[in-house]
């Protein structure tokens, strides 16, 4: 089969959906699909290039920055159609599907941000020659998301938790046509406790110290202020801990609030005296790895609703012990008690309490990083992932749908 799957951005650029697209769009091309990543482009990657069997091809008209500065020249808002952006959309989408004989159209977020996107694909699907399917990552308070779940015509649509497929139905209780598929990481080759390398260990002085990972852009929703907050009760009993926070600039949306947030978390660590015992620094998707082999344990206290949080996934396939917030879709990750420990959103307290419990058991974290190693490899599964995909793809010969 030959699969397009599109979206705003790819790897490297940081993100959940990002990393997603690499992962799924990986594992498909593995199985003998022929698989294109049809994405923005990227300051430095090439505009045609192939890596891990997927075919990417990255264009301006994929760049959200480049489209809205267009938008707004043309006295159009963001989430405002604008028509002759639409068609030109369509007819590029169209022009794709021909040179490449694409057989099926799979988005990734057409749900918001841009609107001219999703609906492109409605009237390519109207047409009936190519199936167009659309994984929602999240639901969105807003107009446009609401907008474009009933302006928008899939397939079929997954949403990636159970907790994402609630938020969905409230929104847009018509939709019959949606199924949950759990996202899959590579557990064979990347996240395994095998896969180590010291590059990072040596480089960061990792050697020895109690090793904490926060793994998240400084977005103010990712909890990141509470993890420096705890941060210096647990220097107090452990003068050589260190947290590490994956920072990254390198972000599709949300570039405003990251700036702001990140500015107060690092004044938030001078005044806490915290320079010895934090580490900001961003990591290569595919080297993470090599970083969660050198913690002792990954926390990711969100507070905000997480639509599924590929984080706590990667580290329970690397042998970790995890801390999460009861937040969104992480609760169906993480088996509290078991794999790492779920508290409640914005309690320091007990983030101190279960680190510190932690720290000082290591043959807890063992056991814990173990039945979470066992989960990853039953439940979270790229080759999973991929199956049940394949599965939702509906390619018979059609026929042209009828506008509403």
Not at 114 to 120: F, N, Q, R, S, V
Request: hydrophobic share 35%; proline share 6%.
């Amino acid at each position: 089969m030959k699969i397009c799957q599109t979206h705003y951005a790819f790897y490297p650029t940081t993100g959940g959906v990002e990393s997603h697209l690499l992962d799924l769009c990986t594992e498909l091309a593995r199985q003998g699909n022929e698989v294109h990543a049809l994405v923005g482009s990227l300051e430095n990657s090439p505009a045609e290039e192939e890596m891990q069997g997927i075919e990417i091809h990255r264009r301006d008209l994929m760049n959200p920055m480049m489209v809205r500065e267009r938008k707004e020249e043309a006295g159009y808002e963001e989430e405002e159609v604008w028509p002759e952006l639409q068609e030109e959309v369509e007819d590029f989408y169209r022009d794709f599907a021909a040179e490449n004989d694409i057989d099926v159209y799979h988005a990734h977020n057409f749900h918001h941000f841009l609107p001219e996107y999703g609906l492109a694909l409605t009237n390519l699907r109207r047409e009936g020659d190519i199936p167009t399917y659309l994984t929602i990552h999240e639901v969105w308070s807003e107009f446009i998301c609401k907008d474009l779940l009933q302006r928008t015509e899939w397939d079929n649509i997954i949403t990636v938790s159970e907790h994402t497929h609630t938020e969905l139905m409230k929104q847009a209780p018509h939709i019959d046509n949606a199924r949950l598929i759990y996202h899959g990481i590579d557990t064979d080759d990347l996240f395994t406790p095998q896969n180590r390398n010291p590059k990072w260990a040596d480089r960061l002085d990792l050697h020895d110290r109690p090793t904490i990972i926060h793994p998240a852009r400084m977005l103010p929703w990712k909890g990141v202020i509470y993890s420096v907050e705890a941060m210096a009760t647990i220097r107090e009993r452990y003068p050589d801990a260190v947290l590490i926070v994956t920072d990254t600039e390198d972000i599709v949306d949300w570039i405003d609030e990251l700036k702001g947030y990140k500015e107060e978390v690092l004044g938030l660590i001078d005044e806490l005296d915290l320079e010895d015992n934090i580490i900001t620094q961003p990591f290569p998707y595919l080297e993470l790895p090599w970083v969660y082999n050198e913690c002792d344990i990954v926390i990711y206290p969100t507070i905000g609703e997480e639509p599924f949080g590929l984080v706590p996934v990667e580290a329970m396939a690397c042998g970790k012990p995890t801390v999460v917030s009861r937040s969104g879709g992480l609760p169906e990750s993480v088996v509290d008690g078991e794999t790492g420990y779920i508290i409640e959103k914005e309690d320091t307290d007990a983030l101190i309490d279960r680190l510190d419990t932690l720290l000082e058991d290591e043959q807890l974290r063992e056991e814990m990083g173990e039945a979470g190693r066992t989960r990853a490899c039953e439940v979270f599964t790229c080759e999973r992932m991929a199956c049940e995909v394949l599965e939702t793809y509906d390619v018979p010969t059609r026929q042209p749908v009828p506008a509403n």
